[in-house]
């Protein structure tokens, strides 16, 4: 039987962090697409010339992509983040197609992506899980996590999804306004209704 892929998703801020960690208590194999995103624009050199053509060598930083550089300019503004967007979403596809696949097969997978439906990457999904929050508490989360701004917070939720997109696209969506306790509840009550979807699934395919 194929490996069930889940897809993780959701809004800045809204503690997507915490919900994969849960899932990965619960046995899910993740696959983290910002990590791969940064690995990528730091060592694959093809990926990091076409970065260059298109943004400027003031980006590059001795032959790597200065992330933070290039974020504060694609985060409040659309058409620069849809071409990062066009030339890195190939590469980090890519790379986790052949994760997958080396991963084999009969196993629960979680592809954690902030962009997953940007990306395309929601196609590969079985399962879709948004986390969404109130925009205030998302704020503070992001402004005392990432050290930045309200303005700069605020232009960063500007070029993301808003969340009835999320509510409309996704087979569960995991609401977190509260404690980090009762996300996790959420979290692993969701991991594990999934694994009996899928163990029940499996179950019938061996009859």
Excluded: H, W
Aim: net charge neutral; aromatic share 8%; hydrophobic share 35%.
């Amino acid at each position: 039987m194929k490996s069930y892929i889940v897809g993780l998703t959701g809004q800045s801020g809204a503690g997507k962090t915490t919900v994969c960690d849960a899932f990965k208590s619960q046995g899910f194999y993740i696959i983290n697409a910002d990590l791969i995103s940064k690995e990528i624009t730091e060592n694959n050199k093809t990926c990091i010339l076409e970065l260059q053509a298109a943004f400027g060598e003031e980006f590059i930083d001795n032959g790597v992509l200065n992330r933070k550089k290039l974020g504060s300019l694609v985060f409040d503004n659309r058409d620069e983040l849809d071409k990062l967007m066009s030339i890195t979403f190939p590469y980090i596809l890519d790379e986790i197609n052949s994760r997958i696949s080396k991963i084999g097969s009969d196993k629960l997978v979680l592809i954690d992506a902030p962009t997953l439906f940007e990306s395309g990457l929601n196609k590969r999904c079985d399962t879709i899980v948004s986390v969404i929050a109130d925009k205030n508490l998302r704020l503070d989360r992001i402004i005392n996590r990432d050290k930045i701004s309200k303005i700069e917070a605020e232009n960063r939720f500007s070029s993301q999804l808003p969340e009835d997109f999320f509510r409309e696209n996704s087979d569960c969506v995991i609401e977190n306004n509260g404690s980090v306790n009762e996300l996790i509840k959420k979290a692993v009550l969701t991991a594990q209704n999934i694994k009996e979807i899928y163990y029940g699934k499996k179950s019938k395919a061996k009859e």
